[in-house]
Each structure stands twice: as C-alpha cells, then as structure tokens.
C-alpha cells in the first residue's frame, strides 16, 4: 500500500505512567482516549474472569495477548506504509504474522486510500491517541483500528472500540475540518477467524454521543 499524505498529521509525545497522557501541540497534556474509556468502564465481568482462572493465569494469558497483538500491529503497520514484512521466527511473531495475513486479505482489501497510518490524534484541551488507520473505505472516509482477541467476539462485547473510533474521528473532524462518518473495526482471532465490525450513519451519530457521555463521566471523576 501507498500512504496519500492529504493531511499533515503531527506526533505526539506520549507519557506513560498511572494513566497515559499526551503532550499536545498546545502545550497542555491530556489523557489517552484508552484512558477515559478504562476508567469509565464497568469492570465485573473482567474481575469475574481473573477471579475464576487465578490471579498468575489471567496475568499470562493477558501478556501474551499483548505480545501477539503488538505483533500483529506491526506487521500490518509495515503493509500500510508499503514496507516488507519481516521474517521473525519467534512463536509469538510468527502468529502476529498470520493474523495480520489475514486482515490484510480480508480487511485491508476494502480499503482504496490510506491517508495515514498509526495516526495521532487530539481534541484540544480533552483527550489525544493513535488510531491504527485513517483514509478510505469502500469508498468512504473512515478511522480504521485493528484488534487482536482470543476468541471471536459478539457484537456487543466491542461496544469500548465503537467508542473509541467515535472519539479518534471526532479529533479529526474538529482539528482537521473533515467530515469522517465511518469507524471500521478489523478484527482477527488467534484461529484466524476475521471479523468486521462497521459504524457508519445515524448508528455513528449515537456512538459519538455514548462518547461524548463517557468523556463527560471521566472528566467528573478528576474533579
């Protein structure tokens, strides 16, 4: 793929530490969309889950999840910006490699224009983050994220990414003046089983108000 640069899109300084910040281009720091989202979230059935496999297996089984997702990441990253994919073979490179295979057959076909990959984005003064993709989809403007899971999910088990694209999208059209309408969700199991999750029309209109709600939620909670 060829990157069409139609934006100038500026880097981040990003800050790690009990809850991640980005520095923005006016000087102020503001907190990570992943941020607000894991403090306005409802965490019982994720407490439920580590109860019920133990503290040890829930910690291994979220690291190499993150290993394999941050795998699978960066060989897509390497696609979308036109660069060969490295031959790791490393266990956990060599699964990234094959979910990002198939999100490249399966999602990255549909897209015809790609404005800018591993994007960083901010809403000045609110929040910031990097969205995976933004360029054009079937046609259709759109901020595109990648995921890695375990298991294929249920529709309504993603409802965190739909909020989180709403909130990269909204940056987007507010520091960039366009009128993004479109949140793709790219998803791929560690069976290889590919899964789409779209969000377009008046259903975006409604996850960008459930946004809108959790931003306002977190931001009660700093006081």
Not at 64 to 72: I, L, N, P, Q
Not at 186 to 196: F, G, H, I, K, V
């Amino acid at each position: 793929m060829k990157i069409n640069r139609v934006y100038d899109y500026q880097d981040l300084t990003r800050i790690d530490g009990k809850k991640r910040l980005y520095a923005t281009p006016g000087g102020g720091k503001v907190p990570s969309v992943t941020t607000i989202l894991d403090a306005t979230s409802d965490k019982t059935h994720l407490i439920a889950w580590r109860q019920r496999v133990g503290e040890e297996k829930a910690k291994q089984i979220t690291k190499e999840a993150a290993g394999v997702g941050t795998s699978m990441h960066g060989f897509l990253e390497n696609y979308t910006k036109g660069e060969e994919l490295p031959n790791k073979t490393n266990l956990v490179h060599v699964q990234g490699r094959k979910m990002a295979e198939v999100v490249i057959q399966d999602g990255l076909s549909k897209v015809d224009e790609v404005w800018g990959s591993e994007v960083h984005l901010y809403y000045p003064d609110l929040y910031a983050g990097t969205t995976d993709l933004v360029g054009v989809h079937n046609g259709v403007p759109a901020i595109m994220d990648f995921k890695q899971t375990n298991k294929p999910k249920k529709e309504e088990w993603v409802d965190n990414y739909k909020l989180q694209g709403a909130a990269y999208a909204l940056a987007h059209n507010h520091v960039y003046k366009t009128d993004i309408r479109k949140i793709v969700i790219m998803m791929c199991s560690r069976d290889l089983q590919y899964q789409e999750f779209v969000v377009e029309g008046e259903a975006f209109d409604e996850w960008s108000k459930g946004w809108s709600d959790r931003l306002m939620q977190y931001l009660g909670i700093q006081g």
